[in-house]
């Protein structure tokens, strides 16, 4: 297994030279949305700029905020150094582009605002699932017993109020040990939850 040592330091723009494989690529909007971010934060992840002598100064991640760098009239950037060979500095690349994991939508649900969210760099599609309180709520074709999907119409701070208790009701333990009767969608047995509870305070 090859070694690098990596550490940070600024290279001036005009030394770094873009990996001529790199596939990642942004759409107008994320490239908005990416200057954006660069002009409010600065360089808070720097880019990973390759040492080895046979790839000297190749730019391995980072090459969408060069772009913006470059058109922000950047004359240095903070870079992560490391030294690898041709066949790892393009592993990484892939890595770096790839292993990004995934999103916990109730959690961006809960804690975070929709039109934030958007504003953030989110797209309508991947909101779809905030909005529905994290979580997609279409079944799958064919046949749907024993679930059932249902839709309501909320006001805003209604919606409001049933996103707060469907969050408070996910810290108890009644939920951790509420009956699912193999229902996946986390919300839902939350909502059932609460209507249980507030079933058994009528009798």
Same mark, same amino acid.
């Not at 090859?2 to 940070?8: C, H, W």
């Not at 909005?131 to 059932?148: R, T, V, Y």
């Not at 839709?151 to 810290?171: M, P, R, S, V, W």
């Given at each position: 297994m090859q070694k690098s040592v990596s550490k940070i330091i600024n290279y001036k723009i005009s030394d770094i030279i873009g990996a001529e %494989?790199?596939?990642?690529q942004l759409t107008e909007i994320? /490239?908005?949305h990416l200057k954006n971010s660069l002009k409010r934060f600065?360089?808070?992840?720097p880019l990973i700029i390759n040492t080895h002598k046979d790839r000297k100064n190749i730019l391995i991640g980072g090459h969408q905020r060069l772009r913006v760098a470059k058109d922000l009239k950047y004359k240095e950037i903070p870079c992560v150094e490391v030294s690898l060979e041709y066949d790892m500095e393009r592993e990484l690349?892939?890595? $770096?582009? &790839?292993n990004n994991?995934?999103?916990d939508w109730d959690a961006l649900a809960n804690y975070f605002d929709v039109?934030? $969210?958007s504003e953030w760099g989110f797209t309508e599609e991947e909101l779809l699932g905030v909005d529905d309180f994290g979580e997609e709520f279409s079944l799958p074709d064919g046949e749907k017993p024993p679930f059932q999907q249902m839709t309501f119409t909320l006001a805003d701070e209604q919606a409001e109020q049933i996103k707060i208790a469907i969050g408070d009701i &996910?810290?108890?333990?009644? /939920? &951790? %040990?509420c009956e699912t009767m193999d229902n996946e969608n986390s919300n839902g047995n939350? $909502? /059932?939850l609460i209507v249980r509870q507030w079933a058994e305070q009528k009798k």
């Amino acid at each position: 297994m090859q070694k690098s040592v990596s550490k940070i330091i600024n290279y001036k723009i005009s030394d770094i030279i873009g990996a001529e %494989y790199n596939p990642r690529q942004l759409t107008e909007i994320e /490239y908005e949305h990416l200057k954006n971010s660069l002009k409010r934060f600065g360089f808070v992840d720097p880019l990973i700029i390759n040492t080895h002598k046979d790839r000297k100064n190749i730019l391995i991640g980072g090459h969408q905020r060069l772009r913006v760098a470059k058109d922000l009239k950047y004359k240095e950037i903070p870079c992560v150094e490391v030294s690898l060979e041709y066949d790892m500095e393009r592993e990484l690349n892939i890595r $770096l582009n &790839k292993n990004n994991g995934s999103w916990d939508w109730d959690a961006l649900a809960n804690y975070f605002d929709v039109d934030d $969210l958007s504003e953030w760099g989110f797209t309508e599609e991947e909101l779809l699932g905030v909005d529905d309180f994290g979580e997609e709520f279409s079944l799958p074709d064919g046949e749907k017993p024993p679930f059932q999907q249902m839709t309501f119409t909320l006001a805003d701070e209604q919606a409001e109020q049933i996103k707060i208790a469907i969050g408070d009701i &996910k810290q108890t333990d009644e /939920y &951790k %040990y509420c009956e699912t009767m193999d229902n996946e969608n986390s919300n839902g047995n939350a $909502l /059932y939850l609460i209507v249980r509870q507030w079933a058994e305070q009528k009798k």
